[in-house]
Each structure stands twice: as structure tokens, then as C-alpha cells.
């Protein structure tokens, strides 16, 4: 089993970057790809990206402009970086896993945190 | 992008009868679709991969079918646990993930 959890700022400034972390405990060596994904009112779940275990990423087109992963695996975690905000990037992020290639699916969660993006 | 629709977008179903979920896809994904349960406050929990197999705790009476656009979830016996937000996601392109808007369950 592996448990995910996220931390973060709750409030960015419009046009200003966010960045967020996923710290991983657990059995991570089973994990294959480690991923993002958000929740917004208006546009529901949406898949933000992902990174290996050997740091290759991919990214949904839609985001890709602003997006960057990275991961530190010797403190178990992994980051995400999404530049030029806007009030549509206000959701809840969530960590998650993806357990085998192939399997593009996500199989382990974190709770979840709230981003906010006002002035 | 795959565009995956859901419906219908609440589903109202009495104790211990059948709710029936629909989820099509914009174009053949195979069985490459995933299901989720979220409750509210929660994060989504994986229910069925492959369209049809359960994940790991997933109760016998929740079953997944379908292939190609078509896909449906089944819970056979409603109870006050299964109250939630089911969304449908499709992996058959891998880079570019994308999920259904969602059917939410109530219990009459």
C-alpha cells in the first residue's frame, strides 16, 4: 500500500505560480508513474500529468504550456509547477498513482488540497 | 481529446434495488475505462479497471461491462453506503486522460 499526501499555499495570486507537493510513504518502489489531477467546479476531474520513477513526464496538451513535474525521490516526493494563473486554475489538486504500464489508471489518492487564486 | 459523457447526471434508486450508469465515449477505447466512486469531502476511489474487473476491496455486488464507446456500471443492490459521485475515465489514449462529468446516486 502506498498513502500520498499533498501541501501546499491555499491562496495564490493571479499570474503568479504554484507550487505544490506530493510526499509518498508506503511501498512507492511499486508505483510506476506518479501523477496530478484537479477537480474544478465547472470542468470536473481533469488530468494534469505525470513522472516516473526515472523522471520521464507527460503532460495533457491543454496544460503542457504551463505545467512542470519534477520528483526528489531521496525525500519520497514529487512536484508540480503551474505558472500564469488564473481564477480558473482555483480547484482541488490531488497526487495520485499509476500502478503498471499500460494501466493508465490511477489506483492510489491523496486527500487532496484546495488552491484558491485571487487577488 | 476523448470526450466521455455520462448518464443520466443523478440517479435516484430505493434501497436494495439496481442503479444502472451509462458512460459513453466520443470514439473506441476498447476496454480501457475506469470507474470511480467519490463521496463527499473524499477523493475519488478506484472501483473497476478494464472496464470490467474489480479493484482490490470492491464489493461483488458492483460490476463494470462494455467495450469500445459503450460502457455501463452496475451496482445490483443499492445501499446507503453507495450514495456518491461515479465518474467514468478513459486510458485507451494514454496521453491525454480524460474523465466523465459524473452521475451522482441518491437513495430514495
Known amino acids: 500500500q502506498v498513502q500520498l499526501q499533498e501541501s501546499g499555499p491555499g491562496l495564490v495570486k493571479p499570474s503568479e505560480t504554484l507550487s505544490l507537493t506530493c510526499t509518498v510513504s508506503?511501498?512507492?518502489?511499486?508505483?510506476?508513474?506518479w501523477t496530478w489531477i484537479r477537480q474544478t467546479a465547472g470542468k470536473g476531474l481533469e488530468w494534469i500529468g505525470r513522472?516516473?520513477?526515472?523522471?520521464?513526464?507527460d503532460y495533457n496538451p491543454s496544460l503542457k504550456s504551463r505545467v512542470t513535474m519534477s520528483r526528489d525521490t531521496s525525500k519520497n516526493q514529487f512536484s508540480l509547477r503551474l505558472t500564469s494563473l488564473t481564477a480558473a486554475d482555483t480547484a482541488i489538486y490531488y497526487c495520485?498513482?499509476?500502478?503498471?504500464?499500460?494501466?493508465?489508471?490511477?489506483?492510489?489518492w491523496g486527500q487532496g488540497t484546495h488552491v484558491t487564486v485571487s487577488p | 481529446d476523448i470526450v466521455m459523457t455520462q448518464s443520466p447526471a443523478t440517479l435516484s434508486v430505493s434501497p436494495g434495488e439496481r442503479a444502472t450508469l451509462s458512460c459513453r465515449a466520443s470514439?473506441?477505447?476498447?476496454?480501457?475505462l475506469a470507474w470511480y466512486q467519490q463521496k463527499p469531502g473524499q477523493a475519488p476511489r478506484l472501483l473497476i479497471y478494464?472496464?470490467?474487473t474489480r479493484a482490490t476491496g470492491i464489493p461483488d455486488r458492483i460490476s463494470g461491462s462494455g467495450s469500445g464507446t459503450e460502457f455501463t456500471l452496475t451496482i445490483s443492490s443499492l445501499q446507503s453506503q453507495d450514495s456518491a459521485v461515479y465518474y467514468c475515465?478513459?486510458?485507451?489514449?494514454?496521453?491525454?486522460?480524460?474523465f466523465g462529468g459524473g452521475t451522482k446516486v441518491e437513495i430514495k
Open positions: 470514439q473506441s477505447i476498447s476496454s480501457n
Open positions: 513522472i516516473s520513477g526515472s523522471g520521464s513526464t
Open positions: 495520485a498513482t499509476i500502478g503498471a504500464p499500460g494501466r493508465w489508471y490511477f489506483d492510489s
Open positions: 478494464g472496464a470490467s
Open positions: 475515465q478513459q486510458y485507451g489514449d494514454w496521453q491525454s486522460l480524460t
Open positions: 508506503g511501498d512507492s518502489s511499486s508505483r510506476f508513474y
